[in-house]
């Protein structure tokens, strides 16, 4: 499959009273043209950021330090504001987390979904809403001519995430970001979003980065996974092969401590400790303080992001050879 | 490593958090030392001024700045800047005066309406409306009338009027603070509703109250002015802003220190109130509304 | 709830509510040093008892008594006044005996709306704008500056600005008048000085209702959603921290009734403000129960009108 | 083993401008000691108003709370305090849970004063032990809540609960709000607690996997009523409402070689206002085995094998 | 400026010029300032009058402009041609001038007088303040006002068209002068009649002066224009604009006035610097009303040792008080009139002699002011400048304290200037501005008679009157009275204080005193009348009303005998001088006046400081602007005689 974004470096920092936070610390990977990739990683690990930084939406305080992202031949952090403007939205869109606050309160739901369509001149007015109407029929919304001209307020949890939904594919992107889609919901929600999702790209032959905490959900759902740690990418593997050999010791402990449906009592090996601040990171390889296989080197030397086997990419000493060797 | 292990040791409590982001806010640590400055002036006023404030010099009236007379003299020779000292001194001590009149009634009502709840919460913020829509100039004039022009009358007229934004805060506080997960927490604990409110309920109304006391004391300070330019402030010969530029502006033409210099100070400290306000609004209550 | 029973139960809320201000004015004027008695005494005599006899002093104070209603007991004084009052008859005022209050408010109410209401609109077309640029140009010298102006013009007392701008454009330039309110050019002054300070209140709140607005989640959707700047602002941003605004607009009409009584004063605009002020420092007992009567009434009724209007504005709002 | 508490018959019902909010309609059930139940539902199941109305934070309208064989309900003012040495709770919320203007050592000292035992250096040693027992540093005794991060601030909210050698836990939540490793050391924390103090406790959550990794017995709960209530193993292996199916079909599988899931069995719509319900099975707008009786009548809360409760018409 | 712009300003500052020139043209306007006006009623003293008397209203006398007299007027014939009096100066009789007519043409006649003054005494209009008018003199007015009497009987009576006659109660010998005031013009009938609440105002108001007010914005403008309908001597002003409030003078400065009155030292000392305003400046003193301090009308017999008074009086810098503090905006008075003056010029002042107050002083007992008890100068409003200069002289000169206590206003004028004894109020002072509100001959007194009535008489006496006075007021809620018991305790009182009536009536010499005294109904008379009315009252509300009268009455004269008794006998002279005057015509008690006025001065109780000059700018066009110098504030009036040059 054709290349549809390279991410080099990538640097996003941010200024806070105590320092610099190096949210995002030089990651690097890719994406083609209808794959999945899941981001997974705790909160405060430079996840939800690292896809932020490519649309250039990151906060006041952030800048983008370093790297570059080739978008279709184009490195998003060098265009202009117009220009990044344009891809907004129309190539690329998002679905936040919290489908409550994500909406404009007081405005009716149907112009939301048309904004993007307008602004990018891709039809006519009469056509958007036309079209407004038949994005909430796609994603699912009961009543959906008459629902199109209420308000978010008007809407339950799960239908504001449709609508959310709705709003990232009006102008049929080539990526949408799925920023934690169904942290917020509930469980019985989370599962129709999340067949949503895997319908519309199917529908709609997206690429897809979805960001998650839920490492079984990342398995599940995606073609790649990056597992992110303190604003660098621990590993970086397609998802088969990860199931079958997760490399990194933080990778294995997120599996191990992932309480799964069918698990024992007392089978719980959760890690140790707790994620490390941003602005003063641990020295070597950020993982070393809540690793239970840390060695000297560990502690003093960063570990190298290297390619171990045919697409799998692992930052870790200990790694050698496609393998974990403790 | 060892400099944030050091830091956990200390601890830094809600306030040092809220002092380092006041910090931030350079126009609000201005106003914050020009406000230090002038309170210590304020305390040794007596001292400092090169003369009583009554004092006339019938030789010397209307002079413009010169040494003798630092900011020149007013209509009886009485030397302007010792009496802006002592403007400034009242100024603050309705500011705050008020403000403690301010607190004490909004606090009973407020927390009685918040805690108890029901019928007297009903009661009590309905007189709180009927407060809020009592017309605040109006009833200052009245209260002023009723009580007499006295420094301390003033402050209490100011205090009288301005108790409903309190009151409603503390009711929303305690409405709020009551049910907090922290205090349910304490009351699974089995802490009497006496503990709660003295250990849990109290300290942590404290930062919004600050805030608003801190954007009180500078609506004090105008209110009186407002008073005074219509002959209601302070009673004369004791000093006031609101009525030094009062009568200032009758000699705008020919003696325009007598106005200059009051209007400057005055502004200057209500904007240097505002903007401490503003500085612990953000740093005490970092994610306020307005 | 239907909004014409939300707008009913708050119209009897704002009755009861004035009744007890009334009642509160009342008492206070009742508690001030020199009561009514001693008032009118000295009104009746013009300070001149020794040439009159005490019989005729009487007749004097009963017929003065009879004039203003104070040959009742305080709660029938009360009551006749509420009576009158909800109809809209407050009788004559002790310092103008010649006609009644609310002709003397009727005539001067179009004089203070006018200047309320361009007062009001300059605020807020200069008002809403600086806050944007303040809060658009955040923690940028335009931010400080800006914000520092505004305050201070909201800061330095209106009359002496007043007092200023007279010297400079009529006095030195000559090209306003200094006082009226009859033409266009005469209303310039009073209008810029009575705007002064809610024009600062509206900036700071329009800065930080902005503030807060583009803080929010859904501005962040905008822009994902490839909206410009404009589009965003003016869309979702503006319009959202706008509906606030509403909130202290209110208010600040109303204040205006009596906050304007400086200018009027200097400006000679012949406003509610110095009818009502002048009563509490002339102690004009009847004008000044009616002055905290249509004050307080005011507020009450433009706070009703904000809740009605933000109800409309913003769609969340439902009526309990 | 003998039943610590015995909740029968319990109601909470709120007015909501004029209608009446259900949050908890008619639950029984019981804990023995050392044992945990697990109590599933999904937001708005009225779970957190029954986990405080069992510790009378929020007072129930009817029922019996019985606990160590004393109804808690006939209890009043200062007989309440006392016995609330025995039963804690710790909340979802961490942050929200501590009084933010004290430290960590005052925040889990903070029981001890309340029931005034110890002199202050016993207190402070009891201080310094617990905080061993969470696995936070004593030295971390005078630092503040903000300052740790969320699974350090949980640690610290079950120190205090553990302060007065409780017997019994409410855990509303206790892990929902912490990152996946954190969730993990909480949960090991709990469990290692339960196994070593025998604390029973009442588990509150969404997530169905970490309830079947610390309880004994499981309760359903939708819209304010137990739906279904069984030994752990029994409810799993063999759930017979179709909400609890349908809540364990929903939940994604860590996948083993080549048996991902993209796609889940979901149910349709989203749990209704729990103001003002129709009559019959209160499940019946989702259930997509309804039928005519669902709509009429009720369902009876019966046991259909050993310990095994359901409310349907289907089973 | 953009050039746009410039285009619109060059056309607006034409367009104004302009029309400037056109008005210009056409009529002669006169602006001035004036103070807010709250009614065109005539009758009602707040303020009004002094806008109703000469300009749109007239009665039979008015004032004429006259430098050397008192007030800079004197009193003219305006509708009155001559008039005719009585012996006893108890029944004034006036032929009216046939050709004055009412701006709607009417006839002015007798009958308009006799109607509005009926109308003026009648019930009707309950808050009259009676007190400032000629009306209070008239037969049974009393009568008709508190409602006993049918104002018909008011004695007031045209006895044909042109021909008025108007009876008094009591002799009074200034009644040209009273009837100059606003109370004594007439009303039309008519008019008022159609609509009793607003036939006042412009655009309805039938008037018969030389100006009709057409409009009016209460708190801004009031536009006079000639009435076509008048007769009589009259300026060339076509319209007066009279504005009310605003910066004056930078008002007159930017061409909107055509004169304006100089508020302050500040104004005083601009105006003088200014080349142009220097040559439009004039001033005037304000005679009329004299500054200076009173005695605190407390109890504190302190203020009973006239040397003290004496002390105090003489130790003040006059002459440097109007330079340094009132900025050259005053004179200095040592008398109640001041010199170059028909009383004032027999007047003997107060010395400035330190010396000699220093030894008064140390006579009075406390030698450099040692022993004096700190005394109390009570103000009000304002840090008053003169006060602080006073008290800062005693202090120099004397060497003793007195501290400045600020009153609230209403107390103020309530309990410590005007009205009455102050109980609270401690030994000290208040501030005084005595007034001649008009030319009758009460006013030359020019209030110093407060000395008698309130101060001249030991302080003991003063408390127990104070008492009295609270008795009377008491008398009138008391409930008692139903048996002959209760009335015994009034007999045996009511034949102790008429044998020390006989008294007093035998004694005193002065016998216009005593026929004042003896003016029937008596009080005796009185007294006995009520109780013959008690006997056969039949309710026990009406046998309590009558037992309270009564009672009252003894109270009032026990107060009289208490005071009568105890007054010094200077203050008793001077009583007896004051009479002598008020019993003759004006112009012959402005001659004798200076007797009581001397005596009373030298009570020392109400102490002359100085005399405040009225100051003003006006165009050199305008002429004929008549300064209004009786009452409170110095404002221009009588506008018939403006004219404006070319």
Known sequence: MAELLRVNNLKTYFDRYDGVVKAVDGISYKLDYGETLAIVGESGSGKTVSVLSLLRLIKRNGRVVDGEAIFEGKDLLKLSKEEIRQIRGKDISIVFQDPMTSLNPIMRVGMQIMEPILWHRVMSDKEARDRAVELLRLVG?????????????????????????????????????????????????????????????????????????DITLAMNFADTIMVMYAGKIAEYSPVERFIRNPLHPYSQGLISSTLDIKAKEGSLRPIPGNPPSLVSPPSGCRFHPRCVYAQDICREQEPEYKEVEDGHYVACHLVKGGKFNA | MEVALKQRRRGTSYWAAAWR?????????????????????????????????????????????????WWGTDDLGRDMFSRNLYAMRNALLIGFGSQIVVLIIGVIIGSIAGFRGGRIDTILMRITDIMYA???????????????????????????????GMARLVRGMVMYLKNAEFVEAARALGAKEGYIIRKYILPNMLGPIIVSLAFGIPNGIWIESGLALIGMGVRPPMPSWGNMIGAGVAYIMA??????????????????FTYVGDGLRDALNPRSEV | MGLVRYILRRLFTIFVSIVVVIIITYILMWLAPGEFFNIAQFQASGGRVATLTPEQLQVLIKGFEEKYGLNVPLWKQILNYLKDAFRFKFGPSFSNPNEPIEVQIARRFP?????????MALAVIVGIPLGVIAALKRNTWVDYITMFFSMAGSIIPAYTIGVIMVLIFSVWLRVLPTSGWETPKQMIMPVICVALGPMAVIARFMRSSLLDVLNQDYIRTAYAKGGTDRAVIMRHALRNSLIPIVTIIGPQLAFLFTGTVWIENLFRVPGLGQLFVNAASMRDYPLLVTSTFILSLSVMLMNLLVDVIYAFLDPRIKYE | MPELLVVKNLKKYFPVRKKLLKAVDNVSFSIEQGETLGLVGESGSGKSTLGRCVLRLIEPDS???????????KLKGEELRQRRRFMQIIFQDPLASLNPMMTIGQNIEDPLVIHNIGTKEERRRAVEELLEIVGLGRDLIDAFPHEFSGGQQQRVGIARALALNPKFIVADEPVSSLDVSIQAQIVSLLYELKIRFKISYLFISHDLAVVRYLSDKVAVMYLGAIVEYAPKEELYENPLHPYTRALLASVPKMPKDGERQKRFLALKGEVPSPIDLPPGCRFQSRCEYVMDVCRKQEPA?????????????LV | MSKKGLIVLLVLVSVLLLSGVVNGQKERVVSLPFWDVPGLIPYYWQAQHILAQGTIFEGLFGYAPDPGGLGGVKVVPVIAQSYRVSKDYKVWTFKLRRDKKWSNGDPVTARDFEWSFKYYASPKIPDLPAWAGPHQFIENFWAVKSGAMDPDKLGVKALDDYTLEIRLATPRYDMREWLCVAQGVPIHRKSVEADPQNWWRPGKIVVNGPYIPVSWTPGKDMVLVKNPNYVGERGNVDKIVLKFGGLGLQQYMAGELDAAMINSVAEYRFVLADPKLSKEFHEDVMDCFWNGYQWSRGFDPIMDNIKLRQALAMAIDREKLCKDVLGGRAIPLNKYWPDRNPIGDKMKGIPFDVKRAQQLLAEAGYPGGKGLKTLVFYITGGGDPVVEFIVDQWKKNLGINVIIENVESGLYWNSYVWPNFSPDAKAGFTVIGAPMNNLEIGALMKNSDHTVWFYDFPTSARKKRHELYQEY???????????????????????TLYAGFKKIIDSEPEKLWVADLTRPPLWYDQFDELYEKWKTAKTNEEKTNYWRLAGRVLTDQEGFQLWYNNLSPESKQAYRWRYRTINRPFSEAVKIAHYALQLMQDRYYMVPVYLAKAQWVKSPKLEGLMLYKFSWGPGFFNFKYLNLKD
């Not at chain 1, 990526?175 to 067949?195: F, G, K, Y």
């Not at chain 4, 809360?301 to 018409?313: K, L, N, W, Y």
Request: glycine share 4%; with cysteine.
């Open chain 2, 21 to 69: 982001r006041f910090k931030k806010n350079k126009m609000a640590v201005a106003g914050l030392i020009y406000i230090i400055i002038i309170i210590i002036i304020s305390i040794f006023t007596p001292w400092i001024a090169p003369y009583p404030y009554d004092e006339p010099h019938y030789a010397h009236t209307f002079e413009k700045p010169s040494a003798r007379f």
């Open chain 3, 111 to 119: 004089v203070t709306f006018t200047l309320a209401i361009l007062s």
């Open chain 1, 141 to 213: 919304i009961p009543e959906y001519k008459t629902r199109v001209w209420d308000y978010p307020f008007q809407f339950s949890g799960g239908m504001r995430q449709r609508v959310m939904i709705a709003i990232a594919l009006a102008c049929n992107p080539k990526l949408v970001i799925a920023d934690e889609p169904t942290t917020a919901l509930d469980v019985t929600v989370r599962a129709q979003i999340l067949n949503l999702l895997s319908d519309m790209k199917e529908e709609f032959k997206t690429s897809v980065i979805l960001i998650t905490h």
């Open chain 2, 255 to 272: 003696f325009p220190h007598m106005v200059i210099f009051p209007v400057l100070t005055f502004a200057l400290t209500l904007l240097a």
């Open chain 5, 473 to 495: 007021d008491a008398w009138l809620r008391k409930t008692c009275g139903l048996t002959e018991a209760d009335w015994k305790p009034l007999l045996e009182k009511r034949n």
């Open chain 4, 301 to 313: 809360f019966r046991e259909v094998s050993p310990g095994h409760f359901v409310a349907c018409h």
């Open chain 4, 63 to 73: 029922g019996e709370i019985i606990f160590d064989g004393v109804d808690l309900r």
């Open chain 2, 134 to 164: 009592f017309p605040t100039f109006l009833f200052n004039v009245i209260l002023v009338t009723v009580m007499g022009r006295g420094l301390f009358t003033i402050l209490v007229a100011v205090g009288l009027t301005g108790w409903a």
